[in-house]
Each structure stands twice: as structure tokens, then as C-alpha cells.
């Protein structure tokens, strides 16, 4: 879009008399009902992306079925998964409490994939009990699931979590400041069966009268927005499927999953250096039909090279990032301009939020678009580093581009509906801020702010050190 004049950003974010609108409600309006910070979500852009998702891929893959299994992680607020349950998908989890999170949005169990780090009995019998799927990630869990299954007299649906080679991915992950190709990123990652402890396992499993194995999965995570890294992913799958048909007499998985790591269309993961520099580079994200074009197209090849049937096969993904981080903004207050020009030029515009709120600010080094939401027309006229309220840096945009910002206006950063508020943290004993979500000209809470009182809530003074400490001298 042409900042300087009114117009959509995108399907759900326009600027009208120069202030961003979200849906039919204008940032700054939301900013003084609700209060600030405050993530926003909007409602028809959950549906929008979800729905376009479906399509994607069910027109790619006329093969089989397809299931579209959002990543809960990646926002865990119920009302935003009650909206994706309505849409009829199913769910990717890890844990219990997200398997709780899915199970209470009533996701139809037979969607949910239950993953997990080395998962104990708790989280297995929860599974179990509800009817959901188990993805098994270590030759330990193919164990404990068979016992817990027995001990339930019920038969668990598993899929075996795989680690496939990725041989041929030699472009760069863009997790990694310094030269690290996708392939090696990929093995330090500690999910799944590896695949020498996976092949000897296979038949006593699929075998067992307490398991029925549906299928496999495995995520490779946003790496790379390149294309080519995303078909050799699926054809890495493929082939890895095919060894398991050679060694399993000609077993074929009914279900294959081939996980998340889809950029966001403005993708600003990753596009900080450590320093706050801006990368260069490409910075259009593929599109979700690109994704689908590439995956079926790439595991169907490596499918047919390896002579196992693509024919009724499950296709299934679990987007995160690439469905939530756009549907939502962040929205917080300026609450003072600072500058200096001596020894180095400096100007600091403050807010009241932190990137303890926006944490990829940290952990995927993200650059985050800022939009003035009074003035998203107006040109920029300074450079400033946009910074949050906790004693950190705080550095949340460096070096941003603004317009002559005010104090009392509000500053709205993009595509900041997926993991910023599932990952925020209560440093400096910071309240976490609220969600509101917005449906055309309406917008709720769906998740209130945190209160001081809820901070400290999990904390526990033992008696003895409530004494004052005159009276301990005595
Ligand atoms: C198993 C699994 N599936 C899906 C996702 C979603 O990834 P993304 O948000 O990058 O799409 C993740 C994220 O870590 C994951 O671990």
C-alpha cells in the first residue's frame, strides 16, 4: 500500500482518514475502550486464513482427504480456537495443557495429534481417554502407550514422529545468524523416532493388538521461506516413507503430516540481525497455494519414485505462524519521546508495552512493522528506536521509520497474532496484557489483562519470614 494515501493493507487492515482500521473498528478507538498494550485478533481473518488453507491444499491433493490442524501453540486463546473449531479443523497439540485447550474448544478428538517432549502416563491417559491421536516420538513412548492402552482396555491411535534426513536442504536457516544450512539446523532439532532406532521397531508395533498405527509426521519449522526447501522437505518425507514400506513389508501409512513452519505473508521472522540491523533479502513470503503447490507435488513425486500409492492418503499440516501472526496486531500507547545529541544522536520513542510482550523480538530476532494508528498516512519524518517499559533494552523496533509521533497516540505492530502472546512473560512482574477480538464493528475481551494480584498469585510466603523483624529479635 502507498502510505501516504488511504487504502487496505490487507483483507482485514485498512487506513480510512488516515487511521489504521482493524475489520470496522480503528485501532486507536480499541486502544482507548480496552486500554493499552492489548493484542487484537480479528475474527474474519482467523476464518479467512483457515478457509483458504482448506482450499489450498484439498484442491492439490485430490489424492485423499485432507486435514488442516491448526497449531494451538502458536495461540492458545480458547474463543480464537472455538472460531477454528466452528471451521470443522482439527488441532496440533503438545502437552496436556494444550490437549486440555483443544479438548475444552471441542475439537473432535479424532483431529487432535497429541505431541510432546518424552511424554509420561498422565498425558497418555488424558489422550487416550478423550480418543485423540498420539504422535510418539521415542521408542520409550511406543512402549509406555502400549501399557497405558492395555491398562485402559482401549486400542491408541498413534503415528510415529519421524526425522527425515533432509539431505538435499543445503539453503540457509534463517535461524542461524552465521552460515547453517537447513539440513544441519533440522538435526539438532530434538523431535522424533531416529530412524535407525525407528526401522526395528516397526513391526513388533504394528503388530501390537493395543495399537493401530495410522500413519507419520514430522515438522521441519520455519526455516527457509524458500520454496525449493519446502518440496525437498516433502520429497525427504517421502523418501523416508518409502524405506519404511521396504523394511515393514510393504506398509504404507495412511496419514501423513508434514507439520508447520509457513511464513506469515509480511514473514517477519528472523529479519533483525542480532544488532537490530534490518537483513536483506527477499522479503516476499511464499503464498499458502505456493506452500500446497510445492508439498503435494514433492511428497507425491518421492512417493511414486519409492512405489507406495499416494491413492487415499491423508494429507495433513499444521500451520501456526502462517495462520495466526497477521490475523493480529499489537496495539500500545506512546508515553514519552526522548532525545539526545550528544555523544550519538538518539531518540527514543516510549511505550507502554515491552518486547517481554512481543518476545520473537528476542527469540527469532522478528522485525516488526510499526503503523502510527492516528496517522498511518502521514510520511516519515525521523528515525527513532521504539522502546518498551521493562529495564531491558527493550528495543522492540530499532532505528524505526515514524512519522511526527505525539505522545497519547498509538503505535499498532503487525503480525503479532501468533506466539506473542502465547510466550509473553511477567518480567519485571509486568501484568500480561489483554486480547480483543474483533468481528466487523464489534470487538470483545477474550482474554483479560493480568492483574498485579495474579502475578503474584502462585507465590507462597511461609509464615515464619512474615514476621517483623523486631519481633524475630526477641
Ligand atoms: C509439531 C509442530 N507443528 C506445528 C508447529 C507450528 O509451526 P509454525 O508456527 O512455524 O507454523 C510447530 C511449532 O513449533 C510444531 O512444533
Redo the contacts with the bound molecule.
Sequence with gaps: MDPASDGVIDDILSVRGGRLFVEEIAADELARRFGTPIYVMSETGLRRRIRRYVEAFQVRWPEGPVHI?P?I??NFSLALRHVLTQEGVGC?T?GLAELHAALESRVPPELI?V?GSSKDRALMVRALQAGARI?LDSPREVDLVRDVARELRLRARVRF?VRPAYENLEQLSDFHEEEVSVREAAQAYK?GIPTESLLPLGPDALSAPELEVTGV?A?L??HSADLEVWRGMARSMGRLIGELHEAWSGWEPHEIDL????ASPRDPTARATHRGALRTGESRAPTVEEYAQVMTDGLRSALTEARVSSKGKVFEV???????ADAGIHVATVRNIKSQTQPVRRTWVETDTSEMFLLDTLIERNRWTPLVAEMVSASPTQTADLVGISCGFDVIVPEARLPPVNVGNHIALLDTG??QDATAANFNAMPRPATILVHGSEAEVIKRAETIEDVFRRDVVPGRLQAPAREREK
Design positions: 490442524l497449531s501453540k502458536a496440533d503438545f495429534s505431541n504422535t514422529r523431535p509426521m515438522h519449522g520455519r507439520g508447520g513452519g509457513f499444521e500451520p501456526g505462524r502462517g495462520l495466526y501468533a506466539y
